[in-house]
């Protein structure tokens, strides 16, 4: 045990402390993550897959009260009939749609006979760097509207509601909580996107990419670097019993040399000094 004490100094303890505190993260961590991730990514694009192949069915079979969610049936198309409540109109700012900078309109919808749901009508293209530009408004009149369920997505961390100059409410992510909040209607969990040609839509929002992503890579990536930091760990370890090893075999071989017989210039650079 005496040959594995140096183990015990505090930069080897240190090291273990890191490797252990690296390890952990990864497979507690950052392969959860990224797994996840690829989880959430494979299952939305089953979902996206299959709602093109499925007919459209009433949003009360799926929202039937107004505190539905549907999580297991995100993009799914539904048809609804009502009206819009364009008073309670708000704006989601900092959208990206194909690569430009956008608003979304969001304007809630009163199902007859059943909840009142968020709409996304779709996008506008912001002027003048930020500013709302005028846009159509939704029909007054009861419509009959196609679109896709959606997820009401996580709130945006730091950023609170506002009122712009021009009176528009704005929000910074479409979280039906914080809207239903803000304009003081109750809103189902889930909220519709629009699909093209619909009563009172805008730019349409085009259907995510059907592409895995890069996730489950990454996430065996960080399996393999929880496992190679403890072997690297022991293999240090290894080399420095190995090299220690070798150096008590040095120490033992000159301590049984016998004293060689110095030569005469030895000896008198041992009594004189060494001639430069």
């Given amino acids: 045990m005496r040959r594995l004490s140096f183990l015990l100094r505090p930069q080897w303890l240190a090291l273990f402390v890191v490797v252990a505190a690296f390890a952990y993260l990864c497979f507690t961590v950052l392969a959860p993550w990224q797994l996840g991730k690829n989880s959430k990514t ?40 009502g009206h819009y409540l364009p ?9 990206v749609v194909d690569g430009e900078p956008a608003f979304e309109v969001l304007t809630p919808f009163a199902v007859d006979g059943g909840p009142v749901v968020l709409v996304d009508r779709g996008y ?25 369920l959606r997820d009401s997505e996580a709130l945006a961390a ?42 009172g839509g805008l730019g349409e929002i085009p259907l995510p990419h059907l592409d895995a992503g890069p996730f489950l890579s990454y996430g065996i990536q960080w399996i393999a670097f929880g496992i190679v ?6 293999y240090f370890i290894y080399a420095e019993l190995q090299q220690r090893r070798r150096e008590r075999a040095a120490a033992a071989a000159a ?3 016998p004293p060689r017989e110095l030569t005469v ?3 008198i650079a041992d009594r004189y000094g060494k001639r430069r």
Avoid at 87 to 95: D, H, K, P, S, Y
Avoid at 134 to 143: I, L, N, Q, R, T
Avoid at 229 to 234: F, Q, S, V, Y
Wanted: proline fraction near 9%; avoid cysteine; glycine fraction near 6%.
């Fill in 42 to 81: 494979s299952r939305e694009n089953s979902q996206i897959s299959h709602s093109l192949q499925a007919d459209p069915v009433p949003v009360n079979t799926l929202l039937p009260h107004q505190d539905s969610v549907a999580p297991e049936a995100q993009w799914q198309r539904v048809t609804a009939t």
């Fill in 87 to 95: 008073e309670a109109e708000v704006l989601v700012r900092l959208r």
């Fill in 124 to 148: 506008i293209r912001p002027v003048d760097g930020n500013k709302v530009p005028e846009f159509a408004a939704p029909p007054a009149s009861s419509v009959t509207i196609t679109a896709r």
């Fill in 158 to 199: 730091g950023k609170e509601p506002f009122r712009s100059d021009d009176g528009a409410r704005q929000v910074y992510s479409i979280n039906t909580e914080q809207i239903a909040s803000v304009t003081g209607v109750a809103l189902a969990g889930s909220y519709l996107q629009l699909v093209a040609d619909q009563p």
């Fill in 229 to 234: 930091a403890p072997l690297g760990l022991g």
């Fill in 255 to 257: 301590a049984d040399e």
């Fill in 265 to 267: 210039e030895e000896k």
